[in-house]
């Protein structure tokens, strides 16, 4: 997923929770939330079979399903308005999608246990994945291109943070050497006179007397 392909909805999709009870449908059939408008940003975000008739009639909505007690939706209705290449796909119910959220995994001791066969794994979490793809859900895939957003937008800043860097030092140097030449020059004293030893003389040795 590149900066320009990521969607101003797409954040809101993955903090929304899915499958409770509509409000204003208490006593309908078809009343849980599992459904979700790329268009609408106000709340609330998932909204029910008859909300959608009422409120989102000519909106673009996407269908959230469940996998396991996770949240998965349909390739088919998301890889025309969302870049999902670098997410692992998998078939359920004969339908392939993608997971939303990255999902618990067991630990041990702190450690999380993966796949020691696997020879692809998410680059954020660690899960095993089936193919070679770089994120086992949408989370995952966005929290990795955030990272390589950061990394890129790193790299295009570092030539000229050190040449500003560089700028710097040399500006500090050259005030430091004119503060030294101001001070001296303001500062001028005539050196002490060199202090010369002198040597007393000694005097005429005379000699005891005889007796």
């Excluded at 909204?47 to 959230?64: A, E, G, L």
């Excluded at 998965?72 to 969302?82: G, K």
Aim: aromatic share 6%.
């Amino acid at each position: 997923m590149k900066k320009k392909m990521v969607p101003p909805w797409l954040e809101l999709l993955l903090a929304t929770q899915f499958f409770t009870t509509c409000a204003n449908h208490l006593l309908a059939s078809r009343n849980e939330c599992n459904l979700f408008c790329i268009q609408c940003e106000a709340p609330p975000a998932a909204f029910c079979y008859y909300c959608r008739s009422s409120d989102h009639s000519t909106h673009r909505v996407i269908q959230i399903r469940r996998s396991s007690y996770h949240d998965v939706v349909r390739v088919s209705e998301i890889e025309d308005i969302l870049d999902i290449s670098d997410v692992q796909t998998y078939i359920i119910n004969s339908a392939r999608v993608v997971f939303l959220n990255e999902r618990p995994q067991q630990r041990n001791c702190g450690v999380t246990k993966t796949t020691s066969s696997s020879t692809h794994n998410c680059e954020i979490c660690g899960r095993a994945l089936l193919d070679a793809f770089r994120f086992c859900s949408l989370g995952c895939n966005l929290r990795g291109t955030q990272n390589d957003m950061n990394v890129a937008a790193m790299v295009e800043s570092g030539p000229q943070c050190c040449r500003e860097a560089d700028v710097h030092k040399s500006d500090a140097g050259s005030t430091t050497t004119s503060d030294k030449d101001s001070c001296n020059e303001n500062n001028e004293e005539e050196p002490p006179p060199k202090k010369i030893a002198r040597h007393r003389r000694k005097g005429t040795p005379q000699r005891a007397p005889f007796f």
